[in-house]
């Protein structure tokens, strides 16, 4: 049976996707499984352009399997994701899982952490990207509390858009909490981009920045991550076309 190709779907809205961090982790990932085809495709939250990909780089029998390079699309996102993937009949794709939610994830956050300045007495205020669909807020306030729960010490969350409480106001009321402590800042995103930005502009005395640092060669976990989620999707494919 021929091997499916994996693709990479990028949400562009929410992160920049030129600053090199996606394009070394899809690197490291060519590395990892050499025997893989591996294509990108980028789109917008608004107006998801994945049948376009398909139709201009796979054949109409080639087997993909499409990976979600996000922590948390909503709902509607993997909605789309997956009619587009369905739209042609014919043609034997699948939608695996996102990255976010695993337990790799939290460690990786708990690494950041440590590995920026984290300090015994600090408190710690996640941030995370937010969103209107409730499904996401939820898996966020969960991975929150996983972190705590490896970090042994308590974790509160901040969103930066569409839900509460905002990051800047989880900021001031751990500050008004805990008087004298320093305030450290998780950053659950994936890369660099306007959210990271925005974390960067928060008044935190550590600051961990995504998963994915330009220049920084990708953690050898969220590959592993990567091809675990294509496996799984690998799977789910050979179950629809032999079952």
Do not use: K, W
């Amino acid at each position: 049976m021929t091997v499916p190709a994996l693709l990479a779907v990028v949400e562009g809205a929410s992160e920049v996707t030129d600053d090199g961090t996606v394009d070394l982790l899809l690197t490291a990932v060519r590395r990892a499984a050499p025997e893989l085809r591996v294509v990108p495709a980028v789109i917008d939250v608004h107006q998801p352009e994945l049948r376009n990909v398909l139709e201009s780089e796979f054949d109409d029998d080639e087997p993909v399997v499409a990976v979600p390079l996000m922590l948390a699309p909503g709902v509607h996102l993997h909605g789309d994701l997956e009619r587009a993937l369905s739209a042609d009949p014919g043609r034997p794709a699948t939608l695996a899982p996102s990255l976010g939610a695993d337990e790799a994830i939290v460690e990786l956050l708990a690494y950041r952490l440590l590995h920026s300045g984290l300090g015994p007495d600090d408190v710690i205020v996640m941030a995370a990207a937010g969103s209107s669909d409730h499904h996401v807020v939820r898996e966020s306030v969960d991975v929150g509390r996983r972190l705590a729960h490896l970090l042994e010490r308590y974790v509160t969350v901040g969103f930066l858009s569409a839900a509460v409480p905002r990051l800047t106001g989880a900021v001031d009321t751990m500050r008004r909490l805990h008087p004298g402590s320093r305030v450290a800042i998780s950053s659950y995103l994936l890369s660099p981009g306007r959210f990271a930005d925005a974390v960067a502009e928060v008044e935190g005395d550590v600051i961990a920045g995504p998963l994915l640092m330009p220049g920084r060669r990708p953690p050898q976990a969220l590959v592993d991550l990567v091809l675990a989620r294509y496996r799984d999707g690998a799977a789910q494919l050979a179950l629809l076309r032999h079952p």
